[in-house]
């Protein structure tokens, strides 16, 4: 079978990959041609990689504007190069914006389309449900509660577990000891509490002051932030400076192994930091006016995706537009070592794994792609005699 897949950010690289090494074990007979990064070209072949991650992702509206030209090249490159392969099906991981025109492509070209993590349209841009119901003939689903949610809106979605469960497994396995990890980067010995504000420059700016000022209200713990290698670090240090707070880029997962707590701002990084058993806060500072209008136009009760899956508030979300740390100063001395909601946050944690369904997600995943492309292939020479 030939198979055809796009991701266009680094999560889409990590998973993407894991599925290209599910799909070889389902299918040994497996071609690969993708965009997406350096884990899938470590997967899939160097060869195969059409387009790198580097060259397509845009974020924000202002960087999307800006290269509206570059973004419309590569999408006719994308179309052409998928025509020329005819793959047996295209999938598509994530990566909406990009992802759903090429669903609608691929649909008018006849060509089966898979999509892996679908978008998050029970947050918003509902109106992609009608696009996905008309151009996509499969939709696999990371979530439980999104199960239900496409269910009710037409859709039979595969669930099959969260392959986020596999990449923490393969990188625990990797983990440094405690007083490495800590020589390596220059911290001493006082409990860690991570700071995990974002991954854009928006969200640097907007959250880190308020985890800087709320680090000044606990002298007996270091405060370190994880730091992302496609953000200067001078961004961190702008938003840092005068503060006791640490950086550490790139090891976001070892950083969370080896904290006490830590601070998130929403996200999959709240799915992530629970499901490595490690007790948060959600903090999210935005304009006074966002926070006005959240009940109005979010259309889930939370931010934060253990919340969502949970279906209560396991973790508390503190959305605010000031720099007030009251708040999540109460919150985060209750779930540190003794606090009085630490122990029943790890109980929720512990039933968020379960729901999860346990290492292995990739795999399955790929399997029920392997099948349904096949039996889709067969139907099609069949009715052609």
């Not at 599925?19 to 690969?32: M, N, Q, S, T, V």
């Not at 060259?55 to 590569?74: A, K």
């Not at 029970?122 to 009608?130: G, L, Q, T, V």
């Not at 998130?264 to 935005?286: H, N």
Request: net charge positive; proline share 4%; glycine share 8%.
């Amino acid at each position: 079978m030939k198979y055809y897949i796009i991701a266009g950010e680094p999560s889409g690289d990590l998973h993407g990959a894991n599925l290209i090494k599910g799909l070889k074990e389902a299918d040994p007979k497996a071609e690969f041609r993708f965009w997406g990064g350096d884990r899938m070209a470590a997967e899939g072949g160097q060869q195969n990689l059409v387009k790198h991650y580097r060259e397509t992702s845009f974020f924000g509206i202002v960087n999307v504007l800006m290269n509206l030209r570059t973004i419309g090249r590569q999408m006719r490159q994308c179309r052409q190069d998928i025509l020329s392969y005819a793959p047996d099906v295209l999938i598509l991981v994530d990566y909406p914006g990009f992802n759903m025109k090429m669903a609608r492509f691929a649909h008018e070209n006849g060509i089966r389309t898979h999509y892996y993590i679908a978008p998050k349209v029970w947050a918003w841009r509902e109106h992609r449900i009608k696009a996905i119901r008309r151009y996509v003939d499969r939709l696999y689903i990371i979530f439980p509660f999104e199960k239900q949610y496409f269910a009710d809106k037409g859709i039979e979605a595969v669930f099959e577990g969260n392959p986020t469960v596999d990449a923490l497994a393969e990188r625990r396995e990797a983990f440094p000891a405690a007083e490495e990890f800590r020589s390596r980067h220059g911290l001493d010995e006082r409990p860690i509490v991570a700071l995990l504000a974002g991954s854009r420059k928006g969200e640097i700016r907007d959250n880190l002051p308020l985890m800087a000022a709320l680090a000044e209200r606990f002298p007996q713990r270091q405060f370190v932030v994880a730091g992302v290698s496609w953000l200067d670090r001078s961004l961190y240090e702008r938003y840092m400076a005068g503060s006791r707070i640490s950086y550490i880029c790139d090891r976001t997962y070892e950083l969370l192994h080896f904290a006490e707590a830590a601070v998130v701002t929403s996200g999959t990084a709240t799915l992530e930091t629970a499901l490595l058993d490690i007790p948060e806060v959600v903090v999210y500072r935005t304009y006074w006016w966002q926070v006005w209008l959240r009940p109005y136009v979010l259309k889930v009760p939370y931010v934060s995706l253990v919340n969502l899956n949970l279906g209560r508030e396991a973790v508390r979300e503190i959305i605010q537009s000031s720099l007030d740390t009251t708040e999540a100063e109460k919150e985060l001395r209750a779930i540190l070592t003794g606090g009085e909601k630490r122990r029943r946050m790890l109980d929720d944690f512990a039933e968020l794994h379960r729901m999860m369904g346990g290492t292995g997600a990739s795999g399955r995943f790929a399997r029920r792609m392997a099948e349904d492309a096949a039996q889709a292939k067969n139907k099609n020479s069949e009715d052609r005699l």
